[in-house]
């Protein structure tokens, strides 16, 4: 599965739109882009994935590049509880045991 | 929430001692996976298995051995704990490779 890089952090103010960047320059044609959150102590959560079309569900939008080299996750209007390290993982659909190989994430701090 | 139970929720064992850990489910998912997490490392993967009696290793499964003898059921044993293990461990669902993964809330192991 390819890697990924993304900032180690960024800040965001309440309300305002986080967009949060991921670099897959690696990626291969069958990888998909997953992006995953984790709360502090709690278990890592699902978010959104896609293959190459932009993606939107009730959390989030998901925007590819063209060239699928990088994506960006769009939290539209965040809020403070939507604070936590953002991981985005490239891999294969039907990779053997359907695995996830985490990375170091984006840790996001929405202030008032 | 998934129903996803990760037991006990936290515990302190000795140095030298075996111990196991359960990771339960009630949604008759065939995909299982335990994650460790530890400061500066993010989530890596031990072992996962993908049906019942199928299991393979991960990135990190020195020192670990699982058993999925039945369905709703995986269980992470440490055969002699050491202090490297000191870890949030993780354990994952997911009820097709190509479907979303659902986390439990975690065990937090203390070898001393």
């Known amino acids: 599965d390819a890697k990924t890089t993304q900032p180690t952090s960024m800040d965001c103010a309440e309300g305002r739109a986080a967009n949060l960047p991921c670099n897959h320059s690696t990626i291969s044609g069958n990888e998909y882009v997953y992006w995953y959150r984790q709360i502090h102590s709690q278990g890592p959560q699902y978010i959104i994935h896609?293959?190459?079309n932009n993606e939107t569900n009730e959390m989030a939008s998901l925007i590819i590049t063209e060239d699928r080299k990088s994506s960006t996750l769009i939290l539209p209007h965040a809020t403070l509880r939507d604070t936590a390290v953002y991981y985005c993982?490239?891999?294969?659909?039907?990779?053997?045991?359907?695995?996830?190989?985490f990375g170091q994430g984006t840790e996001l701090s929405v202030k008032p | 929430d998934a129903g996803i139970t990760q037991s006990p929720r936290h515990k302190v064992t000795e140095t030298g001692t075996p111990v196991t850990l359960r990771c339960h489910q009630t949604e008759n998912h065939r995909y299982m996976y335990w994650y460790r997490q530890d400061p500066g490392h993010g989530l890596r993967l031990i072992h996962y298995?993908?049906?019942?009696?199928?299991?393979d290793k991960g990135e990190v499964s020195d020192g670990y051995s699982v058993s999925r003898s039945k369905t709703e059921d995986f269980l992470l044993t440490l055969e002699s704990a050491t202090s490297s293990q000191t870890s949030v461990y993780f354990c994952?669902?997911?009820?097709?490779?190509?479907?979303?993964?659902?986390f439990g809330q975690g065990t937090r192991l203390t070898v001393v």
């Open positions: 993982i490239v891999r294969v659909l039907y990779n053997q045991g359907g695995k996830l190989i």
């Open positions: 298995s993908y049906g019942v009696k199928d299991t």
């Open positions: 896609g293959l190459k």
């Open positions: 994952a669902i997911r009820g097709q490779i190509n479907t979303e993964a659902f």
